[in-house]
């Protein structure tokens, strides 16, 4: 199936309307334009990264969602609930060269919600949160990597992933989110073979002949690596606990996942991605010859 999207940038909309966008008077028109009828209707608002111009970009957004994809049109009601929402990256917070973390996506997503609800009273709904900590990315991750293991013909299954990180609201936090849940597809998947061998069928399920498909993947774990050399940076040594030093008493995690101070817990510390590496090699009985 072909599937075609129209694609509209926050740059097409200000351009189609320039009215909209007042705050630089630089960027402002010097002639009232005239107005513009021929813009498609907008369907949806993908987020994918935090933008140059927040001000612009929180601005037309709120107007998308306002007038119900029709940026510039002045709708008696404000539509509720608003048309699809979906944002990757929740990042709060992410490390480049300034010795403190730079705001990230997750901060944005923060602006646009709040700006949302003061201005409607409601709250902002995703149809899909997608990236770190979503359990879907690392179901994502796990089929490339299978898709790898058959090109390359190896005759075991994966068993265990090891995700390496430096933020522990993101990268800890949806690695220790999809250990929890390969570990319930393990107990589910358990559950119905016990239940499948003595013939008990389960009262709860719509369709008693096969458990779900997720049930047998051949994943058992996936173990949390958290290095010190980006967001997360302790001072002085790394911890002999891993647990002493990665739990944070302020989630900064997106607002639609429950703060759980057991999955910032990651399952080593090390102190950069070339120990996080060795530590893998080391754990699998690899040789590194």
């Not at 966008?21 to 005239?34: A, F, N, T």
């Not at 990757?88 to 923060?110: I, Q, S, Y």
């Not at 590496?277 to 080391?282: A, D, G, M, R």
């Amino acid at each position: 199936m072909l599937l075609l999207i129209n694609v509209v940038t926050i740059q097409d909309v200000r351009k189609a309307f320039p009215l909209l966008d007042m705050v630089d008077q630089s960027r402002r028109p010097k002639e009232l334009p005239p107005p513009t009828t021929d813009f498609p209707t907008i369907e949806g608002v993908i987020l994918f990264g935090e933008p140059v111009r927040w001000e612009t970009s929180l601005q037309l957004i709120i107007d998308v969602l306002l007038s119900n994809g029709n940026p510039g049109a002045e709708l008696a009601a404000v539509p509720y609930p608003h048309i699809p929402v979906l944002a990757c990256n929740m990042d709060l917070l992410w490390m480049a060269e300034a010795k403190m973390p730079r705001f990230g996506h997750g901060t944005f997503l923060v602006c646009l919600e709040n700006i949302y609800k003061k201005v409607t009273g409601r709250e902002l709904k995703y149809e899909a949160l997608i990236g770190k900590p979503s359990i879907v990315t690392y179901q994502y991750a796990e089929y490339l990597i299978k898709q790898q293991v058959e090109r390359r013909g190896w005759p075991s299954p994966i068993c265990r992933l090891y995700a390496v990180g430096d933020n522990p609201m993101s990268d800890i936090y949806g690695a220790n989110f999809y250990n929890r849940y390969l570990k319930a597809a393990c107990q589910a998947r358990a559950q119905a073979e016990v239940k499948r061998s003595v013939g008990v069928a389960d009262p709860q399920s719509e369709d008693h002949s096969e458990p779900k498909e997720d049930w047998y993947v051949s994943l058992e774990s996936c173990k949390s690596i958290l290095v010190c050399t980006g967001v997360y940076s302790p001072h002085g040594d790394v911890p002999a606990d891993p647990h002493e030093s990665t739990v944070e008493t302020v989630f900064h995690g997106h607002r639609d996942f429950r703060f759980d101070t057991s999955l910032l817990e990651a399952s080593y510390v090390v102190q950069d991605v070339n120990e996080a590496v060795e530590l893998v090699f080391e754990k699998e009985n690899w040789s590194q010859e």
